[in-house]
């Protein structure tokens, strides 16, 4: 007979419900017959900070123990644990930082959701921490582990996640308690409890299949390669190595979507420029194909660009109102509207018209400017819930058609050849060349003026970094000039590394003056207060 209690360390977020599921646990034992103590450590307030919960539970029903009563502790023993649930991989890999987790005694169960922290979303580039890192992390230190996205079981079952991680500690068999116990407590919650039972059952039944890590990222392996149904996608992906694979299904599948076969042929096309230029710098693959993959990932993205076509196109799809009814748990009999608002300017109307009429409107507007006028826009509020604010989406969107014949379509295509052109000669000079050159990729993101500075920055170091001079000297600039572009939004430090490797840093941006006519009445209140 186990005479010492069986530990639980909770890991949540604020709002997610942690400290409902520890008195869940609490009830289940008593309901059970068993004795159990829960503390907690919650975050500083609500969707803002960690909270973490600590349960004992003593394997011995009150019934056995007689007049005994059982010792709990009011916090987790580092190493100590018998069990680790979580809500989200940050988290767990912070907690297993802390020595929490042990990998002779703990089972780890955690959600492969993530939360980003501020100082990830503070980041220019990707500033995510590797998933990959984190999921070892949890592997080294745990007796088992078994890792599912618990948000999105959550969220098919219509509720919260700490229903699903209920059903994840009752599935592992950790405490002596039957499933009857658990659903009997859940049921007796009254409002919600229909939902949360189906939560339960959901996690519950994840967890009582075994699915360990290498499941989960057996899963994600071969999520693409279901995809591949398509007999063009197949033939396409035969043609490059196994480690560009994945990426190159990704990239394929965004493109057909974005703007059809022929376009998604034409990303496989200029893919196969990159691999040809790879093979002969690195005829063994020693580097894994790292500069194809890299371009299957950053091509794709720079060529599904956004426009007013493709905002339309994914705020009007029936899988975001799915997605909103479910944010704000709409019920059967609720009404819900929702409302977009936009503005788009001239440069979002020139994108789809032909070069000739694109330059005639935007010089207008930069008149309008010149002027002291602000950029000419149309705010527009679009009810999406009603039938004439989905049809003005849905048409706009089935304006697909007329995005390659626009100017914007042919400036992209025309600096992506830029770039494309930069990866292959910098790849034929040296593989660390044109390794650094497709990592520049990175820079292309966002939208509006982000964005415009983004491809400026990259054709500059392009232009002026990339050419001539020694391969390893020219990679070492790039990377140096790539990382400061990133770091610093205001782009003093990217002029400071351009300058510094012999390359003149970017010309200085006209931005025209505004003059604002002082308000008559405000003119002569400040005459008046002028000493005489």
Not at 120 to 139: C, P, S, T
Not at 224 to 233: F, I, M, S, V
Not at 421 to 441: K, N, P, S, Y
């Amino acid at each position: 007979m186990k005479q010492s209690p069986l530990s639980l360390l909770i890991c949540a977020l604020g709002g997610e419900g942690g400290g409902v599921l520890t008195e869940w646990l609490v009830e289940i034992a008593r309901h059970a017959g068993y004795a159990a103590q829960a503390t907690s450590i919650p975050g500083v307030a609500q969707r803002t900070g960690a909270t973490t919960y600590y349960l004992e539970v003593f394997p011995v029903p009150m019934a056995q123990l007689g007049s005994r009563r059982p010792v709990f502790s009011l916090s987790p023993v580092p190493g100590a644990l018998d069990a680790m649930v979580s809500s989200e991989l940050l988290e767990t890999a912070r907690q297993v930082g802390n020595g929490m987790a042990s990998p002779e005694r703990t089972l780890v169960i955690t959600s492969s959701a993530r939360t980003l922290t501020t100082q990830e979303r503070m980041q220019l580039g990707d500033g995510r921490a590797d998933a990959a890192d984190l999921l070892k992390l949890v592997a080294q230190f745990s007796r088992a582990h078994q890792v599912f996205d618990m948000n999105a079981l959550a969220k098919e079952a219509g509720t919260v996640v700490s229903a699903v991680m209920l059903g994840a500690i009752a599935g592992s068999g950790l405490f002596p308690f039957r499933r009857e116990d658990y659903e009997a407590v859940v049921n007796a919650g009254g409002k919600g409890a229909e939902a949360s039972l189906r939560g339960f059952a959901a996690g519950f039944a994840r967890v009582a299949q075994g699915r360990t890590q290498a499941d989960y990222l057996a899963q994600v392996l071969r999520e693409p390669a279901r995809a591949q149904a398509q007999a063009p996608q197949v033939q396409a992906a035969a043609a490059f190595p196994a480690p560009v694979q994945e990426m190159f299904a990704l990239g394929w599948q965004r493109l057909v979507d974005y703007q059809g076969l022929a376009y998604a042929k034409l990303y496989a096309q200029r893919l196969q420029q990159v691999l040809a230029a790879e093979r002969a710098s690195d005829p063994q693959g020693a580097h894994g194909f790292a500069i194809t993959r890299e371009m299957a990932r950053w091509l794709a993205l720079w060529m599904a660009f956004d426009d007013i076509v493709r905002v339309a196109d994914l705020k009007s799809r029936a899988t975001r109102w799915a997605r909103v009814q479910g944010e704000v748990k709409a019920g059967e009999h609720d009404l819900l509207k929702v409302y977009d608002h936009f503005k788009p300017g001239v440069p979002e109307f020139a994108a789809l018209l032909p070069q000739a009429l694109a330059r005639r409107l935007t010089a207008w507007d930069r008149r309008r400017v010149a002027r002291g006028r602000q950029p000419w826009g149309l705010p527009l509020k679009i009810g999406t819930h009603g039938v004439l604010g989905m049809a003005a989406l849905r048409t706009l969107a089935a304006l697909k058609w007329l995005r390659p014949r626009g100017s914007r379509f042919a400036l992209e295509q025309k600096m992506i050849g830029q770039w494309l052109d930069g990866v292959v000669q910098g790849t034929q000079r040296a593989w660390g060349l044109g390794h650094e050159i497709a990592l520049c990729g990175r820079l292309i993101k966002g939208y509006g003026s982000t964005n415009e500075r983004g491809k400026d920055n990259l054709l500059h170091v392009l232009e002026h970094l990339a050419r001539g001079g020694v391969p390893l000297e020219a990679a070492q600039a790039i990377r140096a000039a790539r990382e400061a572009a990133l770091a610093d939004d205001a782009g003093k430090a990217l002029d400071a590394a351009l300058v510094q490797h012999g390359a003149p840093p970017r010309p200085v941006q006209a931005v025209p003056v505004r003059w604002v006519r002082k308000p008559r009445g405000l003119a002569a209140d400040e005459a008046r207060l002028k000493p005489r």
